[in-house]
């Protein structure tokens, strides 16, 4: 702007001179090829000077662009950190929440490792009292089955001095020993003048008598009547309710 100025100067110098013709022409000759001359380099300033001013211009261009971009980065910028401090908010309330549940799940959690190590003692005090009563019942158990075994024995002892000592037919032989066998059936043994009905009472098998039943000799005194007709009345005893007690005595004596 200055350059332009200062030729516009040297040119109407010029021609207040040459108008005014104070100067001779040689050296209006000399200033005309000077402002020529200075004209060639204005024109040169002014290509220059245009050719800044669309480099200029582009810069500018181009600052406003990243202005733009400056500003919208910017925006996105403070965008992102709102949501960011927003999320960290969350987070915050949310560990905040776990920290107190972690509190509550951790009292819990102690509260019930107490009750479960309760009732592992409970249970291992109710395993140390079954085991002993266990033990306790089992030792009374065997004490009665031993007693009741022997007192089998007895019996069955008892019975066999009974039947040896004793005469029967082998009809009485019959019903004393259905008796004593598991068959749960009525034997009815028939006599001439009166019948006697013998109702089977809780069998006693060998196995708990520990002797078998077969093993059992009786060796009657007379022959046993073949028809029950013929089988005099004596041969049948009154009763069969103490046979196996040693004390009661069996009546079975034949009567002439």
Partial sequence: MLNFKRDFLYVAFATTVLLT?????????????TISALKAEINSLRNGNAQNIR???????????????????????????????????LANAQIKGLQEAATEDEAELNKLVYDIQQAQQEKADLIEAHKTATETLTGE???????????????TTQLETALNRATFSEGQIASIKAILTPEENVITVT??????????????????????????????????????????????????????????????????
């Avoid at 013709?21 to 090829?33: F, L, R």
């Avoid at 019948?195 to 059992?216: K, R």
């Fill in 21 to 33: 013709g104070c100067i001779d022409p040689k050296q209006v000759q000399q200033q005309a090829e």
């Fill in 55 to 89: 480099e200029l211009a582009d810069v500018v261009t181009e600052r406003n662009t990243l202005e733009r971009e400056l500003q919208t980065t910017k925006a996105t910028a403070e965008e992102t950190q709102k949501n960011l401090q927003e999320k960290l908010n």
């Fill in 141 to 155: 158990h065997e004490a009665k089955v031993t007693a009741l075994n022997k007192q089998i024995t007895d019996l």
């Fill in 191 to 256: 006599e001439p003048e009166a019948s006697l009905a013998v109702t089977s009472t809780p069998s006693v098998t060998s196995e708990e008598t520990e002797q078998p039943l077969e093993a059992i000799t009786v060796s009657p005194e007379k022959p046993a009547c073949e028809i029950e007709d013929q089988c005099p009345v004596s041969d049948v005893p009154e009763t069969l309710e103490s046979v196996g007690d040693e004390s009661t005595a069996i009546d079975s004596e034949p009567t002439s």
